[in-house]
């Protein structure tokens, strides 16, 4: 049966959502549990991660099967944007999601770090097909490349921070995070509620340098293959949880009671994982620019290019396009 699996983290995500939470907050029990709802819903983890990534090749080859959303600022939208591209930001994406048309949405930043949240928000209400642009705007034309002057190698600072060898640290279960609502609903309206403080108060991201330097302060979690791992190293004392499911339990291997760092390529992949656990309580940040503001030189894949002309090469980018003013 499906949620076999399941029975030992639902009991204790009913006990723990719903009971010890602030004195200002009650606490009710919804018709089913969250991580029921999430599961049954295919609204686990890995289904928020399938197909969440589109290239600006890929966009500009069938144009007109694309809503695209800007959350840039409006200053920077309304200096140039993406021709039919509509602007929106946290507080009004699911307004303008809604005319979407059945077209599938794209949602881009500047270089598609902070459209994770707003995508993770877009899926978890409905809109599952909704993509993140790769790479944000930086990918569309050199005049939004907002990427080139971000990459770095700040890891090789920290020689006790950033380390070539040993294994991952072994993962253990921990029961989910408490989570204080007034939500007396059902579990839909317990995770909109959940999704509209994910858009209210955001998430917190993390600066290499300061996970760099304390990474026992944090819960560092290295999103790659083994083989990456083997050939760049890591962060001090991280685990490698890849399962990263409510159904399977890799979620229960993240701590709730310390910082959660996710890190991977770009923090775009952390981005979409950072937003989802903050949605279901815990203390996620994202490392910003991951891989690419650590070991950006070491990098053989999965890198940002300077722009020559107006394409990421090797990436297929567009060539020169006409900016909407």
């Given at each position: 049966?499906?949620?076999?699996?399941?029975?030992?983290?639902?009991?204790i995500l009913s006990i723990l959502i719903?009971?010890?939470?602030?004195?200002?907050?009650?606490?009710?029990?919804p018709d089913e549990t969250l991580v029921?709802?999430?599961?049954?819903?295919?609204?686990?983890?890995?289904?928020?991660?399938?197909?969440?990534?589109?290239?600006?090749?890929?966009?500009?080859?069938?144009?007109?099967?694309?809503?695209?959303?800007?959350?840039?600022?409006?200053?920077?939208?309304?200096?140039?944007?993406?021709?039919?591209?509509?602007?929106?930001?946290?507080?009004?994406?699911?307004?303008?999601?809604?005319?979407?048309?059945?077209?599938?949405?794209?949602?881009?930043?500047?270089?598609?770090?902070?459209?994770?949240?707003?995508?993770?928000?877009?899926?978890?209400?409905?809109?599952?097909?909704?993509?993140?642009?790769?790479?944000?705007?930086?990918?569309?034309?050199?005049?939004?490349?907002?990427?080139s002057g971000a990459v770095g190698d700040?890891?090789?600072?920290?020689?006790?921070?950033?380390?070539?060898?040993?294994?991952?640290?072994?993962?253990?279960?921990?029961?989910?995070?408490?989570?204080?609502?007034?939500?007396?609903?059902?579990?839909?309206?317990?995770?909109?509620?959940?999704?509209?403080?994910?858009?209210?108060?955001?998430?917190?991201?993390?600066?290499?340098?300061?996970?760099?330097?304390?990474?026992?302060?944090?819960?560092?979690?290295?999103?790659?293959?083994?083989?990456?791992?083997?050939?760049?190293?890591?962060?001090?004392?991280?685990?490698?949880?890849?399962?990263?499911?409510?159904?399977?339990?890799?979620?229960?291997?993240?701590?709730?009671?310390?910082?959660?760092?996710?890190?991977?390529?770009?923090?775009?992949?952390?981005?979409?994982?950072?937003?989802?656990?903050?949605?279901?309580?815990?203390?996620?940040?994202?490392?910003?620019?991951?891989?690419?503001?650590?070991?950006?030189?070491?990098?053989?894949?999965?890198?940002?290019?300077?722009?020559?002309?107006?394409?990421?090469?090797?990436?297929?980018?567009?060539?020169?396009?006409?900016?909407?003013?």
């Amino acid at each position: 049966m499906k949620l076999n699996k399941l029975v030992m983290p639902v009991i204790i995500l009913s006990i723990l959502i719903f009971t010890g939470c602030d004195s200002d907050n009650t606490t009710n029990t919804p018709d089913e549990t969250l991580v029921e709802y999430l599961v049954e819903n295919n609204l686990d983890l890995p289904d928020m991660l399938d197909g969440w990534i589109i290239t600006a090749s890929a966009v500009n080859s069938s144009f007109d099967d694309y809503y695209i959303i800007d959350t840039r600022s409006q200053g920077d939208y309304d200096i140039g944007h993406i021709p039919g591209a509509v602007w929106a930001d946290a507080s009004t994406i699911l307004d303008v999601a809604s005319n979407s048309g059945g077209k599938i949405i794209v949602v881009h930043c500047y270089k598609g770090i902070g459209a994770t949240r707003l995508l993770i928000a877009l899926r978890l209400s409905g809109y599952e097909d909704a993509k993140s642009l790769k790479f944000g705007a930086s990918s569309w034309h050199a005049d939004f490349d907002s990427w080139s002057g971000a990459v770095g190698d700040v890891a090789t600072s920290y020689p006790n921070g950033w380390v070539t060898s040993g294994d991952p640290t072994p993962a253990v279960d921990y029961a989910y995070p408490q989570i204080a609502t007034e939500e007396v609903g059902s579990a839909a309206a317990l995770l909109a509620e959940r999704v509209d403080i994910l858009l209210t108060d955001g998430y917190a991201y993390a600066n290499a340098t300061d996970v760099l330097a304390d990474p026992s302060s944090f819960f560092v979690n290295n999103y790659w293959p083994q083989t990456a791992w083997d050939d760049y190293g890591h962060i001090s004392g991280a685990y490698r949880i890849s399962t990263l499911s409510l159904e399977d339990g890799g979620i229960n291997n993240m701590d709730p009671d310390v910082p959660v760092i996710n890190y991977c390529w770009t923090s775009q992949t952390s981005g979409m994982i950072t937003a989802y656990l903050t949605v279901l309580g815990y203390e996620a940040q994202s490392l910003i620019k991951g891989a690419n503001g650590m070991i950006w030189s070491q990098l053989t894949s999965h890198k940002w290019d300077t722009f020559s002309g107006n394409g990421i090469p090797g990436e297929n980018a567009p060539g020169d396009y006409t900016i909407e003013n």
